[in-house]
T-cell receptor, first 114, second 112 residues
């Protein structure tokens, strides 16, 4: 069965802290994604990666960076957390080709920055 | 730019009544279409998808959707809703490699 896991369900951090959110998938998918979800704004793409060590900016990359050293793991980094980064963060993965870019999601990390 | 429109931010419906959640997309080129469901404090779960073939697609939990190319729509329906269907529903479209374009979501509110 398809599985995407995220390192934390809930996280509380202070302004200025460096924050790491980790995502692991066990489906050998090439593509991985980080979204943030805010009420009324739907899902907004932060970064995605289509291969190890490859990354592309999404719609709202400012204030974030990513790392993909291994195929199964995709990390989102908040270099200096700010209160406006309080949000729900969702990781997803997909494999190009026959599934039409079907994305599989992790359970989400709800981040509160104080 | 391509876009996906979910016309209703909230849809209240009585339990055991039918429901339709609307989704329209901006381009008539070949697309793949998806509906996802998000239960409170959870990630998104694939409900159904249209890749090719029959325009009527059946998904999990009794939901179905119909692809209408001429109207660029992919509306989601269920003939009789249950309290457990309370969730937010997202429509998404794949136009090209890698990415999905997402609608803003529709909250389905079931009234007892």
């Amino acid at each position: 069965d398809v599985k995407v896991t995220q390192s934390s369900r809930y996280l509380v951090k202070r302004t200025g802290e460096k924050v790491f959110l980790e995502c692991v998938q066990d489906m050998d998918h090439e593509n991985m994604f980080w979204y943030r979800q805010d009420p009324g704004l739907g899902l907004r793409l932060i970064y995605f990666s289509y291969d190890v060590k490859m990354k592309e900016k999404g719609d709202i990359p400012e204030g974030y960076s990513v790392s993909r050293e291994k195929k199964e793991r995709f990390s989102l980094i908040l270099e200096s957390a700010s209160t406006n980064q309080t949000s729900m963060y969702l990781c997803a993965s997909s494999s190009p080709g026959s599934e039409g870019e079907t994305q599989y999601f992790g359970p989400g990390t709800r981040l509160l920055v104080l | 730019a391509q876009s996906v429109t979910q016309l209703d931010s909230q849809v209240p419906v009585f339990e055991e009544a039918p429901v339709e959640l609307r989704c329209n997309y901006s381009s008539s080129v070949s697309v793949y279409l998806f509906w996802y469901v998000q239960y409170p404090n959870q990630g998104l779960q694939l409900l159904l998808k249209y890749l090719s073939g029959s325009t009527l697609v059946k998904g999990i939990n009794g939901f179905e959707a119909e692809f209408n190319k001429s109207q660029t729509s992919f509306h989601l329906r269920k003939p009789s809703v249950h309290i457990s269907d309370t969730a937010e529903y997202f429509c998404a479209v794949s136009y090209s490699n890698y990415q999905l374009i997402w609608g803003a979501g529709t909250k389905l509110i079931i009234k007892p």
